[in-house]
């Protein structure tokens, strides 16, 4: 898995690159937190180049966002393949997290969700 961190005025955005699976979750998992003790309020996950997720993957994505609502942190996913967006729909995750289509639409989708930063 490779990740790729940008910062978008005053929110980060991770570019994941592979599988999401059992070998890559602890290193996603480790890179929000990591963004959490740094005091990240607004994060957005782009995985438009993931190209498998399984359950491991996608408990990693559960126990994050905890991590994130916690922290009284935003998550938003964008750029689902046809694939990972129906991993999500058969899931129910779709309606768990907030997915965007676009990383312009989840910067959008902070600013019009109460009681963002």
Do not use: C, W
């Not at 990591?34 to 559960?62: H, T, Y």
């Not at 995750?93 to 959008?108: G, P, Q, R, S």
Request: no cysteine; hydrophobic share 45%.
């Amino acid at each position: 898995m490779e990740i790729v961190k940008n910062t978008l005025g005053d929110t980060t955005v991770l570019h994941l690159n592979g599988r999401l699976d059992l070998n890559s979750s602890g290193e996603v998992k480790n890179r929000i937190k990591d963004l959490l003790d740094k005091r990240a309020k607004k994060i957005i996950l782009n995985l438009a180049r993931v190209d498998f997720i399984n359950s491991s993957g996608l408990g990693v994505l559960i126990s994050v966002l905890k991590d994130i609502r916690l922290a009284n942190s935003k998550l938003a996913i964008t750029n689902l393949s046809p694939y990972v967006h129906e991993i999500f729909e058969i899931t129910q995750l779709v309606n768990i997290f907030d997915i965007y289509k676009t990383e312009e639409a989840a910067l959008d989708g902070f600013l019009l969700k109460p009681g963002n930063m």
